[in-house]
C-alpha cells in the first residue's frame, strides 16, 4: 500500500504535465495495473510500465482518421481489423524476416479463460492489445508483460448461443478516439473506454425478437462506425448499420435485400431489387430473405466508397425465393460512407441455391491488369472461384477457380457464373457439390504482399450433399434452411485445408501448403518475405512468402483460425495471434480434430526472434468412461435417437462427434444419467451457465430416451478405435508436456 501511496499521489502530477489531465485522472481513478503489482517487481519497474501504459492511453485517443488512413506507415501498432484500410494484412517490417525466422520464440501466453472458438484479430496501440473473446466480452492486455489490464463482459445471455450457426465466437473490435468498438452476438453495438475499460455508451443494432447475431468487427468511416449482422440460416433480413462513433446515434442503415417486394421501399436500391424476389406462390420474404453482411465491411479512403460482402439468402432451395437473382444476396455492394446509398453491386451468385456467402475478406491492392493499373478488389468468398474486380466502378475484371469447385462451368466475360445443371438439387436424392456451406474459404483473414504479389488465402476441401426436404415449414426459433445435408460429404479425412499462396494477375495458384483439417488461422505477411499462419491441428508456422518453404513452427496448446498481427514495442518487432480452436467447422465436424486431440482452450500467444518462453501445457486427451450397455428396447430406439439428434448436431457435432462443446459419447456424468438428461435438455439445467438451450416444448422425455440412445450406441460401435486413438494422443501429450512450462 506505501508504494500504490507514492504512485497515487507523486505520479499524477508528474504525469498530469507530461501528458495532460486525462493521464492524472486515469492515474487518480483506476490507480492502474502495474501499480498493482509494484509490490512484486520494486517501484521503478512499476513506475516505468504505469508510464508506458498511459502513454498508450494517450495513444489511443490520437487514432482519429488521418491515423486510420496512414495506418501503413504506422509500423508500431495494428490499429484496424486488416491493419489498414485496404486490409491486406501486411506490414513493411522486416526485422523478423527469412533469414532469422528459425530462431523465433514464445514471449509470454495469456490464458484466455474461454473453450470456445477464438477467432479475434487483436488490436494493438503502443504496447497495449485490444482483443474480444467468445461470447462478446472484451480485453486489453498489456504487451510488455501479458498481463491483463481490463476485461469487459456484456453479459450476453448464455441462452443466446442457440441463435449462433456457429459458435458464440467475435471476430474483433475498432478503436477510434479512445474507444474500442465491439458487436455482441446478440445484437448490441458496444463503445468502451480504451483506458479505463468501462462502457461509453452502447445501442441495440438489431430486433431482439429475431435471431440475428454479430460476430464481425465494427470499421470506422468519417467518423462512423459500420456494423453489419448475422442469422440467414435463422431467417432474418441482414443489413449495415453506421453509427456515429461519439454518440452511438444510428446514421444511416443499408438493407441487403428488400423485405416486402412492394412498394413502398427503404430506398431506391431496394425498389430495383424488388422485381428479383417476387414468387408465384411464396412469401418468403415476410420472414426476412437473410442476405445477412456478417464479416467484411471495407473502407476506401481513394475511392470513397465502402464494400460490403453480402450473406446467402434464406431459406437455402432457390424455389422458395421465385426464379430471379434475389438481389443483393451473395454479392459486393458498394456504398456511399455519407448515406450508405448503393452505388455498385457485382452479384456472384444470383439467386444462390448452396449457401455460397459473399461476406469473406476483402483486400484493396492496386494491379497492373492487362497493361492498365487498376485500383482492384480481391475477393475469394464460399463458392471457390478468386474473384478481381475494379473497386471504382465494380467491373468484373477476372475470376478462377482456387478450390474443387462442382457447382459450376466457369463464370462468364459478363461475370456471370455458368452453373452445372447437376448441381441443382432438388427433392429426393441427395446431391454431392464442392464446395460446400462451410466454403472454400471462409472468415478467415487473408492476406496479399505487394512484393510477392500473392494472396495467401487459408482454403480448404468440404464437400457436402443437398437435398430439398421435403415439407418446409417456417419455425422463428431454430434453422430455416429447406435442405437436408451430408456435410461433409465422403470420409472425414477428405475434408481438407491448404494455404493458397495465388497471383491474381495471372489467376493461377503459385505454391501451396495441405493441412490436416479445414478450418486453419487466417494469414498475415510481411516485409521480410514471411507468411505466418496457424493451423487446426495446433501448430503456428512461418514460411517463405515468395515460395512457400517453411522456415519455422512451434506446437500450440489449441487449435487456430484467427489471424496473426505484428508491432513493434521498443524497437523490436512482435507477432501475436490468438489460438482457440472453434467457429463453424470445429464445432459441427469435429471429427478430424477429436482424432488428433485438437483442443479449443484460449490463449493469447506473443512471438519474437529469442523468446524462450516455454508453451503453456496442453490439454490432456479425453478418454471414453465404459458406457452402460443398452438394452433391446433401448436399443430398438436407436434409429429414431438418430433422427431427433438433428436438434443437437448443430453444437454437439456429426456422428456425436465434437471438439468444442462436450463430446456427448464421453459425457459419462449426464449421458449415461436418463434422469439427469432430462434435467439438462428439458429443464434447462445448464441453460444459465454454459448456454445449453432447454428444449422443453419441442421434445418429449421419450425423445431424451431415444437421443440417449443414439448417442451411447455411438460410443459403443465407435469405443475400440476411440481407445487406440486415446493411446496415440497420450503419447503425443506426453512429450509435449515435457517441453512446456509445466515441465519445469
Ligand atoms: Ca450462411
Redesign the pocket.
Known amino acids: 500500500m506505501r508504494k500504490l501511496g507514492v504512485c497515487t499521489t507523486r505520479s499524477p502530477a508528474v504525469l498530469s504535465r507530461k501528458f495532460g489531465l486525462f493521464a492524472a485522472t486515469w492515474m487518480a481513478v483506476t490507480a492502474g495495473c502495474a501499480m498493482a503489482h509494484a509490490d512484486d517487481r520494486g517501484m521503478s519497474t512499476a513506475h516505468s510500465e504505469a508510464v508506458a501504459l498511459l502513454r498508450a492511453f494517450e495513444s489511443a485517443r490520437a487514432i482519429d482518421d488521418e491515423a486510420l488512413r496512414s495506418a501503413d506507415d504506422n509500423m508500431r501498432d495494428w490499429i484496424t481489423y486488416g491493419r489498414t484500410y485496404d486490409e491486406k494484412r501486411y506490414t513493411p517490417l522486416n526485422q523478423i524476416n527469412d533469414g532469422n525466422a528459425d530462431r523465433l520464440g514464445l514471449v509470454w501466453a495469456h490464458e484466455l479463460g474461454t473453450s470456445r472458438g477464438v477467432e479475434a484479430t487483436p488490436l494493438v496501440v503502443d504496447g497495449v492489445i485490444y482483443s474480444t473473446l467468445p461470447w462478446s466480452v472484451v480485453i486489453a492486455v498489456d504487451a510488455r508483460t501479458g498481463k491483463r489490464l481490463w476485461t469487459y463482459d456484456p453479459q450476453v445471455p448464455k441462452s443466446y448461443g442457440r441463435f449462433l450457426?456457429c459458435d458464440v465466437v467475435n471476430r474483433g473490435a475498432a478503436i477510434y478516439k479512445g474507444k474500442i468498438y465491439a458487436g455482441t452476438i446478440d445484437g448490441r453495438m458496444l463503445a468502451i473506454d480504451a483506458a479505463t475499460g468501462e462502457l461509453a455508451w452502447q445501442t441495440q443494432t438489431t430486433d431482439p425478437s429475431r435471431p440475428y447475431s454479430i460476430t464481425g468487427a465494427p470499421r470506422i468511416a468519417k467518423g462512423r462506425v459500420l456494423i453489419g449482422n448475422g442469422g440467414?440460416?435463422y431467417g432474418v433480413r441482414g443489413y449495415v448499420s453506421a453509427y456515429d462513433a461519439e454518440t452511438g446515434r444510428l446514421d444511416w442503415r443499408f438493407y441487403v435485400v428488400p423485405g416486402d417486394p412492394f412498394p413502398p421501399f427503404a430506398s431506391k436500391a431496394m425498389e430495383e431489387a424488388a422485381p428479383t424476389w417476387i414468387a408465384e406462390d411464396d412469401n418468403w420474404w415476410v420472414v426476412g430473405g437473410?442476405g445477412?453482411a456478417w464479416d467484411a465491411i471495407v473502407y476506401d479512403p481513394d475511392v470513397d466508397l465502402v464494400y460490403i460482402g453480402t450473406?446467402?439468402p434464406s431459406p437455402w432451395p432457390r424455389h422458395h425465393r421465385a426464379f430471379g437473382d434475389n438481389l443483393y444476396i451473395n454479392s459486393i455492394v458498394a456504398v456511399d460512407p455519407n448515406n450508405g446509398e448503393l452505388v455498385w453491386h457485382y452479384q456472384q451468385n444470383p439467386g444462390d441455391h448452396w449457401?455460397f456467402?459473399s461476406v469473406q475478406p476483402i483486400t484493396l491492392a492496386d494491379l497492373t491488369i492487362d497493361g492498365v493499373d487498376r485500383k482492384v478488389l480481391l475477393h475469394a468468398p464460399k463458392n471457390g472461384f478468386v474473384y478481381v474486380l475494379d473497386r471504382v466502378t465494380g467491373e468484373f475484371l477476372s475470376a478462377e477457380a482456387f478450390a474443387k469447385v462442382t457447382w459450376a462451368e466457369g463464370i462468364d466475360e459478363s461475370g456471370r457464373p455458368i452453373e452445372s445443371k447437376s448441381a441443382v438439387y432438388g427433392r429426393g436424392e441427395l446431391v454431392p457439390v464442392w464446395p460446400g456451406?462451410t466454403g472454400a474459404h471462409n472468415w478467415h483473414p487473408q492476406s496479399f504482399n505487394p512484393q510477392t504479389g500473392l494472396l495467401y488465402i487459408p482454403a480448404q476441401e468440404v464437400g457436402t450433399a443437398y437435398s430439398v426436404v421435403d415439407e418446409f415449414n417456417f419455425n422463428p426459433a431454430t434453422f430455416n434452411l429447406g435442405v437436408n445435408l451430408d456435410i461433409p460429404y465422403g470420409p472425414p479425412d477428405q475434408s481438407t485445408g491448404r494455404l493458397s499462396a495465388w497471383d491474381p494477375v495471372n489467376q493461377t495458384e503459385v505454391w501451396q501448403v495441405p493441412y490436416y483439417t479445414p478450418a486453419n488461422g487466417g494469414t498475415l505477411t510481411t516485409g521480410g518475405n514471411l507468411v505466418f499462419q496457424g493451423t487446426g491441428d495446433g501448430r503456428f508456422v512461418a514460411y517463405a512468402a515468395d515460395d512457400g518453404e517453411k522456415l519455422w513452427e512451434t506446437w500450440v496448446p489449441s487449435g487456430i483460425v484467427a489471424g496473426p498481427v505484428t508491432y513493434t514495442m521498443d524497437g523490436v518487432q512482435y507477432v501475436t495471434v490468438n489460438a482457440g480452436w472453434g467457429g463453424s467447422f470445429p464445432l459441427t465436424f469435429g471429427a478430424a480434430a477429436a482424432k488428433a486431440n485438437v483442443r479449443s482452450e484460449g490463449w493469447m500467444l506473443t512471438f519474437a526472434v529469442g523468446g524462450d518462453a516455454k508453451m503453456p501445457p496442453p490439454a490432456e486427451p479425453r478418454q471414453f468412461l465404459n458406457p452402460p450397455a443398452l438394452s433391446e428396447d433401448e436399443m430398438a430406439m436407436v434409429d429414431t435417437g438418430a433422427a431427433l439428434y438433428g436438434h443437437c448436431f448443430a453444437c454437439h457435432g456429426k456422428d456425436a462427434v465434437s471438439a468444442i462443446t462436450p463430446d456427448l459419447r464421453y459425457n459419462s456424468g449426464i449421458v449415461h444419467d436418463l434422469d439427469l438428461l432430462k434435467e439438462v435438455v428439458l429443464n434447462g439445467m445448464l441453460e444459465a451457465d454454459l448456454g445449453m438451450p432447454n428444449f422443453k416444448g419441442t421434445l418429449s422425455e421419450d425423445d431424451v430416451a431415444a437421443i440417449r440412445a443414439y448417442v451411447l450406441n455411438e460410443a459403443h460401435e465407435n469405443y475400440e478405435a476411440e481407445e487406440l486413438n486415446y493411446r496415440a494422443n497420450m503419447a503425443k501429450y506426453r512429450e509435449r508436456l515435457a517441453e512446456s512450462s509445466e515441465a519445469q
Do not use: K, L
Open positions: 450457426c440467414a440460416e437473410g445477412t450473406g446467402n449457401d456467402t456451406p
